[in-house]
């Protein structure tokens, strides 16, 4: 028998209504302790779905008036008996009440255990229950809809498709290759490497999708980089539309990295602007340097300046071959006094060049549009199916490769029991990505990051 939990499962923090939530078989029993209804009725013969109002007592001692909101097993969030005590939102009434479903026979609920609970009772799967903390923690319009769309299964939809997809050819290939007396059609390799081929490109673009999505709802390590006084935190302050680095003519000014969160077009940047990357005998300064290359080499997105009335110099090449090959726009400043630099010079560096004045509001659009562009969000449809995190991520990428092995087999003439065996191997990840066969040990890590009382 599963313990009944309890938590306070609104905010910490004083507010008009404040919830305890109790999940587990002695869920009403417990509540029944505390609270008395107006009406006499008990909770255990309460019909589910029903409010009550009354009083939460402590030794016949009032602690609050509330509203009891009774749940049975299995119509609730957890599948279990649930009951919503709703009292008023003192952080004090609130851990009172949660002291005496405590010493009433109830255990403190662990982060996420609810949620948790729904799951193991078949409520919901593993991608709908992440996306649960993803609406409590969204941003934004865009963050909050996807999430919504994954709790409403369109991420599940989307990899059962493909999943049943390679369940129905590993279940042909198996009956073919075990009972070789039955009369089993072979499944023609032109036809598996169809099938197959369908279920790479479903995986592929959700794979791909990832970055552009991460960059909507989460946000993406960005990095300002470029030689001191080209304009760095002038671009910094464009971004975030407020003076927060300090802008000064005197090269080296920035000496820390500085770190803001800005939402630019329809993206979440999380950027930090770091000193000057350049040579220095500057003790501190030259600490600076060396972290900046740090962030450039970890970031997702870099923005190179430069600036573009003047020639680019040693420095400013020794930036370029740094950021070859990353994925990042150069951006020629100070456009507004000429521009000597032509784009053609940074193009084998760097494909996506803008030229701009950072110091005019106008560049902000020229910029959004740019990171839109090569983060791919320019046409990003938060509706559709989408990943939404590394494991998810990393499930997609582990089933694409087994998927991969098999096309290369198929290709190969490689005997039939071996491709099966490299389909089966991409089926499991999905079933980790959905929930269906995933580690217990997955799981506690899952929702050991929920917050408690959800
Ligand atoms: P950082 O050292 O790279 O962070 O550079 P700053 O942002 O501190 O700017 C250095 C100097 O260049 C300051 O005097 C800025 O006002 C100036 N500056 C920055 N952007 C522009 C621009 O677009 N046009 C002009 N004319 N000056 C700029």
Redesign the pocket.
């Known amino acids: 028998m599963n313990s009944t939990i309890s938590a306070i499962s609104t905010p910490n923090a004083a507010g008009g209504i404040g919830i305890v939530r109790l999940s587990g078989e002695n869920a009403c029993e417990i509540a029944d302790k505390i609270f008395f209804s107006s009406s006499k009725k008990t909770l255990k013969n309460a019909n589910g779905y029903t409010a009550h109002f009354g009083k939460i007592l402590d030794n016949h001692q009032t602690i609050d008036q509330a509203i009891a909101v009774v749940y049975k097993s299995p119509k609730s969030y957890t599948g279990e008996d649930v009951v919503e005590l709703q009292c008023h939102g003192g952080l004090f009434v609130l851990q009172q009440v949660l002291r005496l479903t405590l010493e009433n026979g109830a255990r403190l609920a662990e982060a996420g255990e609810f949620t948790k609970r729904a799951f193991l009772n078949g409520k919901m799967d593993l991608t709908s229950a992440e996306s649960v903390m993803k609406i409590i923690g969204a941003k934004g319009k865009e963050a909050a809809n996807a999430a919504i769309q994954t709790l409403e299964g369109s991420l599940t939809n989307e990899i059962n498709e493909i999943k049943s997809s390679l369940v129905n050819s590993s279940a042909t290939l198996s009956a073919w290759i075990d009972y070789p007396d039955e009369e089993i059609e072979e499944l023609q390799s032109d036809v598996l490497i169809n099938i197959l081929k369908t279920s790479k490109k479903k995986l592929e673009n959700l794979i791909n999708k990832f970055d552009a999505g991460q960059a909507i709802t989460e946000g993406i390590n960005t990095v300002i980089v ?1 030689k ?7 671009l910094m302050n464009l971004l975030l539309q407020k003076n927060r ?1 300090i ?3 005197i ?1 080296g ?2 000496r820390d990295i500085v770190e803001e969160t800005a939402r630019v077009g329809n993206v979440i940047l999380h950027i930090s602007d770091t000193a ?1 990357i350049h040579e220095s005998n500057d003790y501190v300064e030259s600490i600076g340097i060396e972290y900046a290359k740090n962030k450039l080499s970890t970031a997702t997105l870099f923005l190179a ?1 430069f600036d573009g009335s003047k020639k680019l110099d040693e420095e400013d090449y020794k930036i370029l071959e740094l950021c070859k090959n990353k994925c990042g726009i150069a951006i020629l ?2 456009a ?2 000429g521009k000597i630099i032509s784009e053609n010079e940074i193009y084998s560096y760097i494909k996506n060049v803008i030229s701009l ?3 005019e509001n106008d560049s902000l659009k020229t910029i959004s549009n740019a990171i839109e562009n090569v983060l791919g969000t320019n046409n990003f449809d938060s509706t559709a199916a989408m990943l939404s995190n590394e494991r998810q991520l990393n499930c997609c990428k582990t089933a694409l490769s087994c998927i991969n092995e098999a096309i290369d087999g198929l290709e190969i003439g490689i005997t039939l029991d071996a491709i099966n065996v490299s389909i089966d191997a991409a089926i499991s990840p999905l079933l980790e990505l959905t929930g269906e066969r995933v580690s217990e040990a997955v799981v506690n890590e899952i929702f050991s990051k929920f917050c408690v009382g959800k």
Do not use: C, Q
């Open positions: 470029g001191p006084n080209v304009g760095k935190s002038t680095s802008v000064t003519d090269a000014t920035t000057g300046v400043n100070k507004d006094i004045s950072a110091k």
